[in-house]
């Protein structure tokens, strides 16, 4: 999943360069917005580092893992005496943490359509917003109970 994110934010990088040349030439039939090519490139970004990203968005809302780890522990071991419960609470949290990833990601595109304009911008910025953070707190949430 991260080597998709780096692709798609490399790709992100240099759409933005190129639409900044494009800005730069003479004559050039499309321009494109100073927010428009910044919300891009920044974007692009973030998604190269999405590793690092996600675990500066989960440690700005949760705080130190260890303290969480902790207090959660309980519920690990109320299923670790049963391997059938513990093979399911497993799947569980591998299919969250694969959500979690996937809503990270997507939150990222969302802000990219965003930076582009458009009409409903502003609640795509606060899509992307709740995608970001949901996203991350659902990877962090549940690698904690692992």
Known sequence: MYILAVAVG???ILSAIAKLIKKG???SGEEASNGEILGQFLVGALLTVMGWSMGLVTGMTTGEAA????ALSYVV???AGNPVFAAIWRAIIIWCAFL??????RGFLILNKATQGGREAGDD?????????GGALTVQIFMIWM
Do not use: C, E, K, N
Request: aromatic share 24%.
């Open 100 to 105: 979690g990833t996937i809503a990270f990601f």
């Open 25 to 27: 030439m003479p004559r």
């Open 125 to 133: 910025v606060w899509r992307a917003f709740w995608h970001i953070l």
């Open 77 to 79: 071991d109320g299923h």
């Open 10 to 12: 490399v790709f992100f």
């Open 67 to 70: 303290a969480a780890q902790s």
